[in-house]
């Protein structure tokens, strides 16, 4: 019975979006380890850009130290 968690900033994805998701992960599961899609679980969590940090920034901080040596 897998379960996997899938956490995106809440940058737009859509509800379309989202089920590829969820359906791509179900059958890579089917396919790569025999998992049965009627017990493989898939949660997709819509985390705040706030609530994420990378390297110890909130990700928008991040990316812009990103672009920023970057030249951009």
């Known amino acids: ?20 998701l969820i359906h791509g992960v179900t059958d890579l599961l089917q396919r790569v380890l025999n998992k049965a899609p009627a017990t493989t679980f898939v949660v997709v969590d819509v985390v705040d850009m706030e609530d994420w940090g990378i390297g110890g920034l909130p990700v928008e901080a991040y990316r812009a130290s990103l672009k920023a040596a970057n030249g951009g």
């Open 1 to 20: 019975m897998p379960y996997v968690n899938i956490k995106i900033t809440r940058e737009g994805a859509t509800a379309e979006q989202k089920a590829k």
